[in-house]
């Protein structure tokens, strides 16, 4: 079955624009958690949807915010991008909210700001 | 908080070396305790897992036993190959409250043939 779809695989932006990432998860899996990975911080936790709501929320600014759609799809969005926005963008789908229900990472999105 | 610490890499060995990466955590609870390879451009596939205390996870001749007292989650593999050169994470989840990991900082692992 085909994995967890992240795109666009790389993308280059200038500071102060914004920028949308989209993640398909798995067929099936309602749940979708986003992550930051950068050299200096390491992994970080973003955010999850699940059935369209948005169930947590890490220590992120208000710019990053995300939504999902009724097809279990989502976005993550960055407005008024910043140079240390620059990361890999990782996005986990899940059967149901959980990370051991069945939690797969898709390749990720690396943003770089300019 | 919660947190998760790994040792320092890089981590370099020689083909069939044994291997063992240092995972020590602080959490409330009990939680889940995972570790997650990530191959060069690639995302994170999990390797293996424990969800309560003295459970052995394995996985590709991988091993990680949960060890509550300690608050340890070392990874251990007897004999490694130059296609186990990756980063490996270290990594927790609660039960209770928010359903994230919490990931260790990632051990750069190489092996030379």
């Known amino acids: 079955k085909a994995g967890v779809t992240q795109t666009p695989r790389y993308l280059i932006k200038t500071r102060g624009q914004q920028v949308t990432l989209s993640c398909s998860p798995i067929?099936?899996?309602?749940?979708v958690s986003w992550y930051q990975q950068t050299p200096g911080q390491g992994l970080q936790f973003l955010f999850e949807y699940f059935s369209e709501t948005q169930r947590n929320k890490g220590n992120f600014p208000g710019r990053f915010s995300g939504r999902q759609f009724s097809n279990s799809r989502s976005e993550m969005n960055v407005s008024t991008l910043e140079l240390g926005d620059s990361a890999l963008y990782l996005c986990a789908s899940s059967l149901v909210s959980g990370v051991g229900n069945g939690y797969t990472f898709g390749s990720g999105t690396r943003l770089t700001v300019v | 908080g919660d947190s998760v610490t790994q040792m320092e890499g890089p981590v370099t060995l020689s083909e069939e070396a044994c291997l063992t990466i240092?995972?020590?955590?602080?959490?409330?609870?009990?939680?889940?305790l995972f570790w997650y390879v990530q191959y060069p451009g690639e995302g994170l596939q999990l390797l293996l897992k424990?969800?309560?205390?003295?459970d052995k996870g394995s996985n590709k001749g991988f091993e990680a036993t949960y060890r509550k007292e300690t608050t340890s989650f070392h990874l251990e593999k007897g004999s490694v190959q130059v296609s186990d050169s990756a980063v490996y994470f270290c990594a927790l989840s609660k039960i209770q409250g928010a359903q994230k990991l919490v990931f260790g900082q990632g051990t750069r692992l190489t092996i030379n043939p």
């Open positions: 067929s099936g899996h309602r749940s």
């Open positions: 424990a969800t309560k205390a003295d």
């Open positions: 240092n995972c020590t955590y602080t959490a409330t609870g009990y939680p889940s």
